[in-house]
């Protein structure tokens, strides 16, 4: 099972350019996830999305932009990007609502800003 | 907002028991507690969840003090892979648009 599937896997932006991470999940799980991580800091929720066609801003969603077309996507939108947003990208699904199902993470988007 | 406080690192021997700790004295009644760890250079992976009881899987045991104010994830026998970040968080509904995931406990094994 593939699960979690973040694509790339390593980026090298320079201020001011875009780019979108893409999240795929395999599980037909309803609920997906953005979250950064900067270094030895815990995980921050960008986005989320309870639903194919919905979206909802979690606790740092300014300078990102999310679309959830297909309910195995979710992605992530960088439209200039700035050095503040080096850090790594983690996508996670949840079967429902992750405080009864848990989170399935994929393996991470390491994103440099220069 | 409900949080959690663990401690920044624990250490444990290869092959003994290890109980990490977590205070979660804002909890509300319809939070559950999530454990989540995370290997070098991995996304965090799912441990144990519960709301009330202990609880037990194939990889710990989650036990929940009766006021839900604390809990602990016990490993019943470290091994080297198992050093990791782990993380307690809450989740209820309350706060699912929120990350909760705070700094976790850094535990290192021993051979």
């Known amino acids: 099972n593939a699960g979690v599937t973040q694509t790339p896997k390593f980026r090298v932006l320079k201020t001011g350019q875009s780019m979108t991470l893409l999240c795929a999940q395999d599980?037909?799980?309803?609920?997906m996830y953005w979250y950064r991580q900067d270094p030895g800091m815990g995980l921050r929720l960008i986005h989320y999305?309870?639903?194919?066609?919905?979206?909802a801003k979690g606790e740092v969603p300014d300078g990102y932009n999310v679309s959830r077309l297909k309910k195995q996507n979710f992605l992530l939108g960088l439209e200039s990007a700035a050095p503040s947003q080096t850090s790594v990208y983690f996508c996670a699904s949840s079967k429902g609502p992750a405080l009864i199902y848990g989170y399935t993470f994929g393996s991470g988007t390491r994103l440099t800003v220069v | 907002d409900a949080k959690t406080t663990q401690p920044n690192s624990m250490e444990s021997n290869e092959e003994e028991p290890v109980h990490l700790p977590c205070n979660h004295s804002t909890i509300s009644g319809t939070d559950y507690i999530h454990w989540y760890r995370q290997l070098p250079s991995q996304g965090p992976e799912y441990v144990i969840h519960g709301l009330t009881s202990n609880v037990n899987n194939r990889m710990a045991s989650l036990a929940i003090a009766e006021d839900r104010k604390s809990s602990t994830l016990i490993l019943h026998r470290a091994t080297l892979r198992d050093a990791a970040v782990y993380y307690c968080i809450l989740r209820g509904f309350s706060n699912a648009g929120k990350s909760t995931f705070g700094d976790g406990t850094t535990l290192t094994v021993k051979p």
């Open positions: 999305s309870v639903g194919e066609g919905t979206t």
């Open positions: 599980m037909n799980h309803e609920y």
